[in-house]
């Protein structure tokens, strides 16, 4: 992954901190591995939190667990995982290693598991902007994958609240001038999914959000879509590969739909594995 300076960060956003007894020079060189356009949510993340993820995930995934529910705790325990919590551990996720992402999911879905499941859908996963995040937890719990409603409800509000625009200036509504979503498109991984889809937008507006997006963050998405298609029991099982194929080229565009199958057909089936044996 290529980590790209900050862009509009203004350290204005409102941020919280943990007491950590964490050796700080380690937390420090954990800091500088995720790049600040990262914490760019609109609640702001937990800076401290986030150090201690990067460190314990190299000396301790395990603990990653019980860290992320006492952050939880200290924070708000009583409206489930706290917006702040979750956008602390979606900004550094793709950051982590294989140990580091299960320690941190299994933290996430552990506060989850005790809320109600539409819940989960409308205020966290739909609100999700790390690709990897998403994926893994919907590969294990398919209960959580959140509906489009809000991705779509945004681009139909874009496009008809702007009937002259070009398809090129509806983007620059979301984009910024390096191809990143700005810093108040809630649910990046939602929107890229959607903004992608022929069925959802059109193949003209499709492709300019193709061609404009950030190629990384793009790649991200459809690995993270390919996976999932790739999973069994989410979308489909290995045995309805074919039928699944096919609704890929019926929903994407068409080069968009090629990059999923082949990362579909690709996939760590490993990690895979041990998401299927997370689930409940």
């Known amino acids: 992954m290529v980590n790209k300076p900050l862009d509009n960060y203004t350290g204005k ?5 943990v007491d950590t007894d964490t050796n700080s020079q380690a937390s420090a ?7 600040r ?7 702001g993340v937990d800076e401290a939190l986030i150090s201690n993820i990067l460190v314990m995930s190299k000396d301790d995934p395990k603990s990653l ?11 708000d325990s009583k409206v489930g995982i706290t917006t702040l919590i979750y956008n602390s551990v979606d900004a550094v996720y793709p950051f982590l290693d294989e140990g580091g992402r299960m320690g941190a999911l299994e933290g996430v879905l552990n506060i989850m598991d005790m ?3 539409d819940h989960v859908q409308y205020d966290y996963t739909s609100c999700t902007n790390s690709p990897e995040l998403l994926a893994d937890v ?4 398919r209960i959580y994958w959140p509906t489009k409603e809000q991705a779509v409800e945004a681009i139909s509000k874009a496009v008809v609240g702007s009937p002259d625009a070009t398809v090129g200036e509806i983007v620059d509504k979301w984009l910024d001038g390096q191809g990143n979503f700005k810093r108040d498109v809630k649910g990046q991984f939602m929107m890229a999914y959607s903004l992608l889809r022929k069925d959802v937008c059109g193949n003209r507006l499709a492709h300019e959000y193709y061609k404009r997006a950030d190629p990384d963050f793009v ?14 029991g989410v979308f489909y099982n290995p045995e309805e590969r074919a039928e699944g194929e096919a609704h890929l080229h019926e929903t994407y565009i068409e080069e968009v739909a090629e990059r999923i199958i082949a990362y579909s057909r690709s996939s760590d089936q490993k990690h895979i594995k041990r998401l299927i044996e997370a689930r409940k």
């Open 13 to 17: 956003e409102k941020r919280r901190t």
């Open 138 to 141: 919907t590969i294990a719990r």
């Open 37 to 43: 356009r990262m914490y760019q949510y609109p609640v």
């Open 219 to 232: 790649e991200r998405t459809l690995r993270a879509i390919g996976m999932m298609y790739s999973a069994p």
């Open 29 to 35: 060189e954990g800091m500088a591995r995720v790049p």
């Open 115 to 117: 809320i109600r499941y």
């Open 65 to 75: 667990r019980e860290l992320i529910y006492n952050a939880h705790k200290m924070n």
